[in-house]
């Protein structure tokens, strides 16, 4: 079932069943696009991949949440955009654009003082990220704006579509968590109001752009922090954004304060499929093309849960940082499970303290990698990442990784 093909109500095709999830890949200069960039999705379209998603692209320069993130809020690389789409969409491979807002999650190297619906500090960030203060509701409507543009945008270079980023714990993200989100204005409060900025965006990409042109979601299945955006929340966001005719939605979970994307139940790791038992309960309020990306390794686990009946695309991320040409050695007969142990340097003050963000470091070094043309790496040395990012970007280098 992995090399059926798709098609999408609005009549895009899918070659395949490999949906490549959103990596932070850090490849930009000057918040602009570069060929690193282009040659990156050059090899993953030349890989076998059906739908590649880039990692995040901010839709403001106010919004980044990392050093080297893409901004587009204009067309001044509307040259390289375009060799990034026709790189990423040969062999006839959908290349979706991440569309981005980072709100609060943007580190004080980045932003001194970050936006968010209300003026709620994260917790445990202290001295990595100041406190944010709340958008003004005209600044909202400018956001919306400014979403809506770089999706013109994107369509204009060639890309198959985008991906609003709704997960993670960055903006839209944040609209629609009660503990993120307390405002008392028609932005806040009731569900409906919390998903207001989301669905504000969706319908205004949508009346701009072609109908074959994809617009997505990611969405997180709960925050996983308490009086956060649980499961129920997460499903009417799910039915509601159906109903409105989203073309795809992606399901991940948690944010900087609770990284459950990083983690999983062992019952969730036999089946290598983190968010299987949520896809479960989507099924039942909607029918739109459902990918949950995490945790999947084997061939037999991802032709598993496709059998299911409860997902219609297979979400892999980091081994294809390591294995680029992942779907096609499936194809071939020649995949051999990849493993993808926890990059550790093996002293604990340091992995205990610096794990995630050395974890993210390793695999954006591998990407890197391949944005130079050269192999990725498996056996690089996480004390080596360490010192680059340190050297690089100083102490700040350690808090500007995404996951």
Do not use: C
């Not at 098609?7 to 990596?23: C, D, H, I």
């Not at 981005?100 to 619906?117: E, M, W």
């Not at 600044?139 to 991906?163: M, N, P, R």
């Not at 056996?379 to 360490?386: A, D, F, N, Q, R």
């Amino acid at each position: 079932m992995l090399f059926q093909s798709f098609t999408f109500p609005n009549g895009k095709t899918a070659k395949n069943r490999f949906f490549k999830s959103a990596m932070e890949e850090q490849l930009a200069k000057h918040d602009q696009p570069t060929q690193a960039l282009v040659r990156l999705y050059d090899t993953w379209a030349k890989g076998g991949i059906g739908i590649s998603v880039t990692g995040n692209v901010m839709v403001s320069e106010t919004g980044k949440g990392s050093i080297n993130d893409v901004v587009l809020s204009d067309e001044r690389s509307m040259d390289m955009l375009k060799a990034w789409a026709k790189a990423g969409t040969q062999n006839d491979t959908l290349l979706i654009m991440q569309i981005n807002h980072a709100g609060k999650q943007s580190p004080k190297a980045v932003n001194k003082t970050p936006v968010a619906p209300s003026a709620v500090a994260l917790k445990g960030m202290d001295g990595f990220i100041n406190p944010p203060r709340a958008l003004a509701e005209n600044e909202i409507e400018t956001l919306i704006q400014q979403f809506i543009g770089a999706a013109k945008i994107a369509e204009q270079a060639g890309f198959s579509g985008v991906q609003i980023h709704g997960a993670h714990g960055y903006l839209v993200s944040q609209f629609l968590s009660p503990h993120h989100n307390q405002r008392s204005d028609k932005w806040g409060g009731s569900l409906e109001n919390r998903m207001r900025f989301l669905v504000e965006i969706y319908q205004g990409i949508r009346a701009v752009v072609r109908p074959e042109f994809l617009v997505g979601l990611k969405l997180n299945s709960a925050d996983f922090q308490k009086g956060g955006f649980d499961e129920s929340d997460s499903i009417q966001v799910v039915q509601k954004m159906s109903e409105l005719g989203i073309d795809f939605i992606e399901i991940s979970g948690g944010n900087y304060e609770s990284p459950a994307m990083m983690s999983s139940k062992a019952s969730t790791q036999k089946r290598e499929a983190f968010f299987i038992d949520y896809a479960e309960k989507a099924r039942k309020v909607s029918q739109v093309p459902l990918i949950i990306t995490g945790g999947f390794r084997s061939e037999s686990a991802m032709n598993d849960a496709l059998n299911s009946g409860h997902l219609d695309f297979i979400g892999i991320a980091r081994p294809l940082a390591i294995m680029p040409d992942l779907p096609n050695q499936i194809k071939n007969g020649t995949y051999q499970t990849i493993t993808t142990e926890r990059i550790k340097t093996g002293v604990k003050a340091v992995d205990s303290k610096l794990g995630a963000v050395l974890e993210m470091d390793w695999y954006m070094n591998q990407m890197a990698l391949i944005g130079q043309g050269k192999q990725p790496n498996p056996k690089l040395s996480p004390w080596k990442v360490l010192a680059k990012t340190i050297i690089a970007n100083g102490k700040a280098g350690l808090s500007t990784g995404r996951s």
